[in-house]
């Protein structure tokens, strides 16, 4: 794994709704006008370096047919969103600020208007790039096409690669080294849950050996198995839904053994790899929309930012915005807005002290940079009242995360005598003392 992965938070965003380049109706290949879109992001740079992150999260940037999801050019920047050239002045400030750029790349399907795919729609089994998908040409399919071919989820316009053709693996591992070599310091790899781990491994496997070992590569897996996925795919990390779960649904439900349930699991997680932790990000219902009492906002980030792993905030949560994922055609709508276009100081001001909050969160982390590989052990457990260590593996710090659901003040008996705060709710912290709702981060070094 790369070095520097250990010390990023990112910050998430999905650049074509974000920029305002969606909605917008879909366009031809070749037939859209650029628009210089990605220069927009420059304000916001120096917006995530303020919040304490270091790292940019793009989601998908290449040409597409709409959203991003249905590729049609993975060397060419989405016109919808600017050029070549304006991906080169976005590494060059990113650069500048120190600030880390992961790429979305999207390898387990295409658009229907992704060039390998015209031609199999227009000479069917005698393309030369027929292997590429996987297709049944003695079936008439249900598009008029003549054929049969697998697709994403039941998305007819998201057609799946086959990842067995040995030309798919090199144009993959092709596309991964020309990004990196333009600038770009990693990948998260899109619905990498359903693609083979012969292919990762193999791909990933070329492009480090040609020159970038230190890239940084993490897949997007909502269930499975996380530590299988690393070790046969040679991934360095994977999306762990599994916390993100747990977070919200322990807060809403008043329940906080699936918490520490889903910690213990964490531990053993991180033994083989650190996972990309987050309670937000461009799937899901925005957190402060999940949560059922807003009042416990603050114990999510609290467990976010102590626990082990890679956080990433996604652009919005850090100022509580609201919006539901729904199960339709425009089901991201809400969930995925477009921001001020006149950068952060379009923000409205209500926002702030969420703001605050995160940048008090990623502060503590930063100070206590071991968190991103410690050791979570359960010190109170109850339904509404939970405590938990976090402890350096390989040193004597150590903090204790207290969090009270309850109506009513809770002591916490934990730690040595005089254990120091470090953050907390209003009213909590002192000698363990948490308040109603509230929530403490104590140091528990003597």
């Known amino acids: 794994m790369s070095t520097w992965s250990e010390y990023a938070v990112w910050w998430q965003l999905h650049p074509l709704t974000f920029l ?5 109706a879909p366009t031809a290949v070749g037939d859209a006008t650029v628009e210089h879109r990605l220069d927009g992001l420059e304000p916001w740079l120096d917006y995530l370096v303020e919040l304490g992150c270091n790292g940019l999260a793009l989601g998908p940037i290449f040409a597409s047919e709409s959203h991003g999801y249905d590729t049609t050019d993975h060397y060419r920047i989405d016109p919808k969103l600017g050029t070549d050239e304006d991906f080169a002045r976005l590494v060059e400030r990113c650069r500048a ?49 003549g054929f049969a071919y697998a697709c994403f989820e039941g998305h007819r316009h998201l057609v799946a690669l086959n990842h067995a053709e040995p030309e798919v693996r090199e144009y993959v591992s092709g596309v991964m080294r020309h990004w990196l070599e333009r600038g770009a310091d990693g990948w ?3 619905a990498a849950y359903a693609v083979p781990h012969d292919f990762w491994h193999e791909t990933i496997g070329r492009v480090r050996g040609e020159g970038h070992q230190n890239a940084w590569f993490v897949g997007e897996y909502i269930h499975g198995d996380y530590t299988a996925a690393v070790r046969e795919g040679a991934l360095d990390s994977v999306t762990q839904y599994e916390l993100w779960k ?9 329940n906080f053994f699936e918490l520490a349930w889903a910690l213990d699991r964490h531990n053993g997680y991180t033994d083989a790899q650190l996972p990309l932790t987050f309670v937000g990000n461009h799937d899901v219902t925005r957190l402060a929309s999940r949560l059922e009492d807003e009042r416990c906002l603050p114990h999510a980030l609290a467990i976010l930012l102590t626990v082990a ?20 055609a425009d089901g991201d709508a809400e969930i995925r807005p477009a921001f001020p276009p006149q950068g952060p100081a379009g923000l409205a001001p209500h926002g702030r002290p969420v703001f605050r909050l995160h940048q008090d969160l990623i502060g503590l982390r930063r100070r206590h940079p071991w968190l991103v590989r410690a050791r979570t052990r359960v010190l109170r457990l109850e339904k509404l009242a939970f405590a938990y260590e976090v402890r350096d593996p390989d040193g004597d710090a150590a903090l204790a995360v207290l969090l009270n659901l309850a109506d009513r003040e809770q002591v916490f008996p934990v ?22 709702h509230g929530w403490a981060i104590l140091d528990l070094r003597p």
């Open 20 to 24: 305002g380049a969606i909605p917008a």
């Open 97 to 145: 600020r120190g600030v880390r750029l992961l790429l979305d790349g999207v390898f387990n399907h295409v658009g229907r208007g992704f060039p390998a795919f015209r031609d199999v729609l227009e000479h069917g089994r005698a393309s030369r790039y027929a292997s590429w998908f996987r297709t049944d040409f003695d079936e008439p399919g249900t598009d008029g096409d």
């Open 309 to 328: 792993g890679i956080p990433s905030i996604y652009a919005g949560d850090e100022q509580a915005f609201r919006g539901v994922k729904y199960e339709r």
């Open 415 to 436: 730690g040595p005598a005089g254990a120091r705060r470090i953050l907390a709710s209003r009213g909590s912290g002192w000698n363990g003392l948490v308040e109603a």
């Open 246 to 254: 747990a977070i919200w649904s322990s807060l809403n439900d008043g």
């Open 188 to 190: 998260r790899l899109d």
